[in-house]
């Protein structure tokens, strides 16, 4: 079977800082990973390589430097890795991304058809969770999205069984193959990278597309002209003039600062302590 | 962005800046919001949704339309009249056996089949599994503009669009986006984010029945089972009243006990920070914070979490925050309630001492 993952690479966001001045983003010294969602799919694909064999291919779209994730990927074991990117794709938002990789999916099935293709629950620059939905739809693929694990895959039958996470429970789906999978975090451990696969992902020639060999012909659907959101203003969240009242703890025992925080709490919130006593044990 | 109130003018609200909408934009108008019933209830965040189309509805002067999609014996009936409580004018309906559990496929054939029929300026969703799953179909199949997990909705009277405001950058920072030429404007709106309006049971409106060109055999994913949750082990955090949190400054996971303590005394959700998820000391659905849940508890008892965006964005929405941490520089003093600078590994256990005192006088009292 053929697994098309797609991975992004984001700057990873517990270490950005934002200028105190400027309200600009400190990307320096940030550093660039992979986003952590689609290593849940990665390895989710992997494992079905192990069991059913056949092919994993990662697609990435982004500036050049994105090639390390790739390698990276490599690393984990995937077999080929495609890099699309191009200077027509910068602005776009996630109509215009899911455009871009869904035409450079449809190239690479010209190769070998794809049963499944995986994206992460979501990134963590943007969090939106709309590209995977998007290439599902632009592919005609079969959507399961929040896939909190694989029951089985029956290749002859062309069948997947899977569970969905859903408001207070899962779904059991079972859908036909193509199908597009987004899984949730937590199901799985990304494994290490061997020897084998470290020397190979650093030899491995990447391919590189630009937008035409990624089979976008038409231009004006990608980038910003692609992009029906427009960012029309960004700006620091505001922060609230009124800092906590703090209890004074200089040389008191911990057992008086907490009788002075709950009697404060208490007296200024009576409702707060109806409701907990109300419930409280 | 502009905060003018509606004018009576409201045809043309900008129509002294000689703004002119395309008449193919133009074309689109009213407020509708996505109504998630699912397994014969409806997810709050529609509510919240409701309050908020309201507003837009209101500014831009026109109607605010819910939308409904289920099989009447999931109550879509019920969810309507709910809704008109809530503050639409008219709910599109749509009952069919083939929509009695969420699918992709039924649910983004009849929701884009509804808009292109009817034509809405501004769509919404909750950012639920469902929502998310849904939103980005829709917006693909539609070919327009969708902005997720808003913080906040505004009309920007100027050119009549929606202003949608979202964090970025791990909530670092919020940018505003706008869909100019493309309708209807999609956005969704995590739970907990927006009020919930307050509820008139004598509000009434119309229903708008339609059908669903789609037969059983036509659908490709089938729903073999459903395994529901067992709700002690899944925690509700969004709809929480009263929460404990800890984060880092715990140092050890069995320091984490400490929250677990506090919390059974208080009848209290457990939550965490991001750090302390992935340590795995406690369950991802306990996180709170940008890539966490969002919540707004009457009580939300930080201990040893220093308060970054991240989190920050999360919960301070909380009524009341407690914030003990050993750093009197953690940002999370900027915007707690009350404050103690201390060692949270001692101040927990006194704290819990003094409620189980305090409520077992008040028990006594009573």
């Not at chain 1, 390895?43 to 500036?63: H, Q, W, Y």
């Not at chain 2, 008449?23 to 108008?29: D, S």
């Not at chain 2, 995590?190 to 009434?204: D, G, T």
Request: hydrophobic content about 40%.
């Amino acid at each position: 079977m053929h697994i098309v993952v797609c991975i992004k690479q984001v700057p990873d966001s517990a270490q950005i800082r934002v200028h105190p001045v400027t309200n600009t983003i400190m990307r320096q010294g940030v550093p660039a990973i992979i986003n952590p969602y689609d290593l849940a799919s990665l390895e989710e694909a992997l494992r079905l390589k192990d069991k059913l064999g056949g092919r994993v291919t990662v697609l990435c779209m982004g500036p050049p430097q994105a090639e390390s994730a790739l390698r990276k990927a490599l690393s984990f074991g995937a077999d080929e890795a495609i890099l699309v990117t191009d200077r027509a794709f910068a602005g776009s938002d996630t109509l215009a991304t899911s455009f871009a990789l869904a035409s450079a999916i449809t190239q690479i099935q010209k190769d070998m058809p794809v049963d499944i293709v995986f994206t992460g629950k979501q990134t963590i620059d943007g969090d939106t969770a709309q590209v995977g939905p998007g290439i599902a739809k632009r592919l005609g693929l079969q959507l399961l999205t929040y896939v909190s694990k694989i029951d089985g895959v029956d290749l002859d039958k062309g069948e997947i069984v899977v569970q969905r996470r859903a408001e207070g429970g899962a779904q059991v789906l079972r859908t036909r193959l193509p199908c597009l999978i987004t899984t949730i975090e937590g199901i799985n451990d990304i494994r290490f990278a061997t020897m084998p696969n470290m020397f190979r992902a650093a030899r491995y020639a990447l391919k590189t597309w630009d937008a035409k060999t990624a089979g976008v012909e038409d231009l004006t659907k990608v980038g910003l002209k692609g992009s029906p959101t427009i960012v029309s203003k960004v700006f620091a969240p505001q922060t609230k003039a009124q800092k906590a009242e703090l209890i004074d703890s200089e040389g008191r025992k911990p057992r008086d600062l907490a009788l002075t925080l709950v009697t404060k709490l208490f007296t200024r919130h009576p409702k707060l302590r109806d409701e907990i006593n109300s419930r409280a044990l | 962005m502009s905060d003018e109130t509606t004018t009576t003018a409201a045809k043309k609200p900008a129509g002294r800046k000689k703004f002119e909408l395309d008449p193919r934009l133009a074309a689109y108008q009213g407020v509708w919001v996505f109504i998630e019933l699912e397994r014969g209830a409806v997810h709050p965040v529609s509510w919240e949704l409701l309050g908020e189309g309201r507003k837009l509805a209101d500014k831009l002067a026109v109607e605010l339309a819910g939308v409904v999609l289920g099989t009447t014996a999931s109550g879509t009936r019920a969810a309507c009249e709910q809704a008109f409580h809530y503050g639409a004018d008219l709910c599109y309906v749509i009952e069919d056996p083939v929509l009695e559990n969420y699918r992709n496929e039924p649910y983004t054939g009849g929701l884009t089949n509804l808009v292109q029929t009817y034509q809405p300026e501004i769509l919404l969703l909750g950012a639920t599994t469902l929502g998310r799953d849904l939103a980005g179909s829709v917006a693909t199949t539609l070919q327009t503009g969708l902005t997720a997990d808003c913080t906040e909705l505004n009309i920007d009277m100027e050119n009549r669009s929606l202003a949608a405001t979202r964090p970025t950058f791990g909530g670092s920072l919020l940018c505003t986006i706008v869909t100019l030429n493309y309708r209807p404007q999609m956005a969704t709106v995590r739970p907990r984010v927006m009020h919930m309006p307050e509820r008139n049971p004598l509000r009434s409106g119309r229903i708008v029945p339609h059908t669903l060109a789609l037969i059983e055999s036509d659908i490709i994913t089938k729903v073999l089972d459903y395994i529901p949750d067992n709700l002690q082990e899944k925690p509700q955090l969004p709809f929480a009243d009263i929460i404990v949190a800890g984060g880092r400054g715990l140092k050890r996971k069995d320091n984490f006990n400490l929250i677990w303590e506090l919390a059974k005394v208080l009848g209290a959700e457990v939550g965490a920070s991001r750090p302390v998820v992935q340590a795995g000391w406690v369950d991802l659905e306990r996180q709170v914070g940008q890539s966490g849940k969002t919540v707004r508890p009457k009580l939300y008892i930080a201990a040893g979490i220093s308060g970054a965006i991240q989190h920050r964005v999360g919960m301070e929405s909380s009524d009341v925050i407690i914030a003990i941490n050993e750093d009197p520089n953690a940002p999370i003093f900027d915007f707690a309630t009350y404050g103690i600078v201390g060692n949270a590994m001692v101040i927990l256990p006194a704290l819990t001492e003094t409620f189980r005192q305090q409520l077992a006088v008040t028990k006594i009292a009573v």
